[in-house]
């Protein structure tokens, strides 16, 4: 029968391009029929073919079995392609595993090294925890065996099988602390590569080998051997300081004398993780001098992030890393060399450039570091510039309707202006640049992952140590605004905590971020993209807080208070909503006591124009969903609105009520309402106040927390409250009677507070008329007849008596049987009752509280 070989199948594959899987198909066939004929010969040019086919891609675990049969071949070359099959196909689940444990044992111990060598390395791959225990002491047997390569294949062998097999690593350590001895370089350097991998998990078992390997290091010229070696003593170090010591003379020669980068990395790696570094020894470099340690690993690392290779410019980040936490001063100097790494094209180098970069931070150089982080936000896809021309000049803001133009500003124009000129941010939040992006795809910087990296970047450097990088906080809170455009990522919250806490906490800058605060509430954009749970909503929220908080640092304005309760209010959740109506409560009654310091007929015109225009925007929001009319009086409650909102809304409304009535009349003094009620919120001065400061109020002597208040609270759950008293038809309201009380009483079902009674006024009587229990009378039922005839007409006949009704006289005289007592009612407590308002998140530092 003519066969095709592995080469035959080859050349078939390339002569049919076209219809290759066909051609596949076929010769799978064929290979399925050469299987299964006795000739070993066929069956191992069939298990060859299978072989490169599944590097193609195809299956061929079919033919598991018939691979452990050309394993058991005695000729070398058919045996060879058996056990490339098993390594390729097999996995832990594999049937016919169990069929070759007797297989590789007697490979293992074969007379030919090459059939030894075959079955090491088909046992490291096909290796399972059954495998590992069974043949483990068969494969340490190997380790004796004259020839190099077979026990230096053994050793990796054996890292394998104690994966699988932890129980026999205690018999492997003494070996491997034999092959550290062995005579030939290639097995030292096998038993040293699987010691440093297996002391990954667990370094003190190796700490017994620091002697003999501190000689390998010492003596040994092969680099990936010393490699292996100076990972394992970083690794040993931290376990035993008293290595530092001892390891500082050979690292040291190594670090100035070797050329290979891969060996220099893993030295000044091993001497900064294992705190090596630190000791007091001088060293002396390349010309002679001597120098400290750390110093010269510092300017080692030059070499590798000034490299042109992205591999070590990344590795020499990583290490710089190290090294800065340990010994920042030698950091400080690099400081333009990791500078323009962040405008490396390689992501990974910008993200390690930024992290390293923000340690650096200085009161020197953060003003530097944030216009370069803030110009790659900006000079990016993912931030859409504007023309220069279509936006207000440089340095005005407009407050309430009126232009006004500062030092400050100006400040702020120049901050957001780098050395290029583009210009970052304008005055009103509008995005420009004065030149034109190069490049169509995306960048570094259009990655979200390093956008918030960028942003966490910043706020780090500036609150690092209480804000002692700053010194002008104007400034920072400009940045922070400006990264409220900017971000192009969701950290609204982390932005929102920091504006309030630089805000609560230094007074100075306050008036500067009242000021940005309006300017954000007033950027329409801005504010039409605010939406539920979202980062603009998070950041206007606290800017109405602000604005309502400090609403006294500036002069007072009218329209502020329109800006409080914005077009987006309903999308927004009710926390959020909260805030900006208690916000506009405190602009409203700061605005009044200030028009109240020059009062005039003018101005009592425009107070009872605005108080208006209040009620009439309230009355919508309180009103919008239920198509009712907006009359004040008629407020009804939506139950869409949550119930903290609902309650502020009320108290906005009584507050104007009030003002309403005291305005009604004109008046040459302003009234005292309207110059008292800010008071209302600026009682008592607000201050931060720390998150561990409960804790440190001394508890008074006598002050027993645990025993309770007052005495025992009664159980409320089985009280059965009497209902109502019956109401007479003749002292029913009007209203009751007709459609206009049911439309009430639907109107009051949206009320939390309100409880309906049922519709059925004549079942509620007073306890005392209920019958006692003993005096209901029990009827028997007789249920047997139900499907006779007779039954069948007297319920007919009742139908009928029904439909005609009772004489008056009848329905007079009838005995009216008592109605059961009703069931108790269950009155939830307080503990069960749901908490309407949301959760508060844990703040980070020392938010204020609301008046």
Known sequence: MFEKSLTDLIQGLRANKRNEAEYIQKSLEEIQSEVQQSDMHCKSTAIDKLNYLHMLGYDTNWANFNAVEVMASPRFGEKRKGYLAAAQSFHQETDVLMLATNLIRKDLASSNAMEVSVALDGLAQVATPELATD?????????????????????????????????????????????????????VSSAVSVICELARTNPHN??????????????????????????????????????????????????????????????????????????????????????????????????????????????????????????????????????????????????????????????????????????????????????????PSVGSIEYGGKYNGSAADS?????????????????????????????????????????????EAIVDMCTRQSYGNLSNFEWYVAVLVDLVYTAGVDVGQLLSEKILDVTVRVRQVREFSVRLMRQMLSDRQLVGRATSGSSTAKVLCTAAYILGEYCSLLSANSEDIALLLPECFEKLDGEQQATFVQAAIKVYTNWLRDVAGYWSTEVWELVRAVTSSIISQLSDLLSARTGEGNALGGIVAVAELPLQVT?????????????????????????????????????????????????????????????????????????????????????????????????QRRSHKNEPFYLDGGNDAGHARSLADLPDVDDIPVVQLDLGGHGSEDAAKTRKKKKRSTKHGATKRERRNRVRTPSPPPAPVDIAGDEDMPDVSAPRPQPQSTPPAQH
Not at 157 to 170: F, N, S, T, W
């Open 647 to 743: 309650s502020r809304l009320r108290h906005f409304v009584e507050i104007t009520k009030a003002v309403s009535v005291a305005t009604s009349n004109p008046s040459d003094s302003a009234p005292q309402l309207c110059l008292e009620l800010h008071e209302l919120f600026t009682a008592y001065e607000l201050n931060p106040v720390s998150a561990a400061a409960q804790g440190k109020v001394p508890i008074p002597d006598g002050l027993d927390l645990d025993s309770p208040i007052g005495g025992p609270i009664p159980d409320t759950e089985h009280i059965m409250f009497p209902p109502p008293p019956p109401v007479s038809p003749e002292s029913r309201p009007r209203g009751s009677q007709s459609g206009g009380g049911r439309k």
């Open 206 to 391: 190796y700490l017994p080998l620091a002697p003999r390997l501190y000689q390998l290091m010492n003596s040994s010229t092969n680099n990936w051997m010393l490699i292996k070696i100076v990972k394992l003593f970083a690794s040993l170090t931290p376990i035993e300081p008293r290595l530092a010591k001892k390891l500082h003379g050979p690292l040291s020669q190594l670090i100035c004398s070797t050329s290979a980068m891969s060996l220099l990395y893993e030295c000044i790696h091993t001497a900064v993780v294992g705190d090596i570094i630190g000791v007091p020894l001088p060293v002396t470099d390349n010309v002679g001098r001597e120098v400290d340690f750390a110093e010269l690993c510092a300017r080692k690392l030059v070499f590798f992030y000034e490299s042109a290779d992205h591999n070590l410019r990344y590795v020499g980040l990583v290490t710089l890393g190290e090294l800065q936490a340990r010994r920042p001063e030698l950091v400080v100097n690099q400081y333009e060399t990791v500078l323009k790494c962040l405008d490396d094209p390689d992501l990974s180098i910008r993200m390690r450039a930024l992290s390293v970069i923000s340690g650096m931070a200085t009161r020197r150089t953060l003003d530097r570091t944030v216009k370069r982080l803030m110009s790659q936000l900006i000079l990016s896809n993912t931030i859409r510039l504007q023309p220069v021309a279509s936006l």
């Open 135 to 187: 043949l483990f002491d068969d494969v340490a047997a190997v380790l004796g065996h004259s020839r190099p390569f077979i026990r230096k294949k053994a050793l990796v062998c054996l890292y394998r099988l104690v994966l699988k097999h932890p129980e026999g690593l205690h018999a492997l350590a003494p070996q491997l602390r034999e092959r550290l001895d062995d005579p030939d370089p290639s097995v």
């Open 411 to 455: 400040d702020l124009m120049a901050m957001a202006t780098d050395a290029t000129g583009a210009s970052l941010v304008s005055a009103r939040g509008s995005i420009v640049q004065s030149r034109q992006l190069t490049g169509a795809g995306p960048g570094p910087a259009d990655s979200p992952e390093y956008r918030l990296l960028v942003v």
